[in-house]
């Protein structure tokens, strides 16, 4: 996945196309994916994603990740220092324009607030459920077992996807969490742009899907994207 331009790309950010990269939010920079918000007034719910070309199924996803700067205005407060690869992601082009998020595995990522535990490569499922410990989880997010990162430091992610079997999240080579059998189901689907047809999915297995980084109010830069086909 490494790339010098975006143009293996596809940008969505809710109330434009695909393929309109909305104020230039992503933006690449000595190598490094940044997202940034210095060309907006307000936030205003513009959720965005940039998916990468290709679908993938058995796979390792690594990257490094560091939040930077402040949050933009109009941000919620839930998304400050937050942001997400998503897995196992819907094509791009099938999303709505209003969509705030696709229908996938989201890879929460969090950073410290200075104060408290924060733990980051948590699991939030937008129209999917996936099974931990033999039990089905409904629950929109669940929390891994990591530490708190505060600061402006470069954090490492690596994801481990084995078709719609097991799942794992490392951060900086620690596994945090597992889960398995991804599937289509919760919360997440009604507000998709296609909710009559994911409706008809309920419970159908994610075998594969497209890889997105998220932009969610908060600047955010990646760098070291890497994957490894299984």
Known sequence: MQDSTLKNWTVKIKGHPAG??????????????????????????????????QEFSNYKLRLQYQFTGNQIEGGADWATRNSGVMIHCE????????????????????????????PTGNLCTPGTDVVIDEKRVTDHCVNSSSETYNGN?????????????????????????????PQIGGGG???????????????????KGFISLQSESHPVAFRNIEILEL
């Open 189 to 207: 689907v009604a507000d998709s742009g296609r909710a009559d047809y994911w409706e008809q999915q309920q419970g159908k297995s994610l075998k």
């Open 91 to 118: 094509n791009p082009k099938n999303m709505g324009l209003n969509q705030n998020f696709p229908v996938c595995l989201e890879v929460q990522l969090l950073g410290g607030l200075s104060s408290g535990e924060r």
């Open 153 to 181: 430091q470069w954090v490492t992610l690596e994801i481990t996807v084995l078709n719609d079997s097991l799942i794992t999240h490392k951060i900086n080579g620690k596994t945090v969490m597992s889960y398995t059998k």
């Open 20 to 53: 309109e990269n909305y104020k230039n939010t992503f933006r690449l920079e000595n190598g490094v994916l940044k997202v940034n918000y210095d060309l907006y007034e307000s936030f205003n719910d513009a959720f965005g994603h940039i998916f990468y070309n």
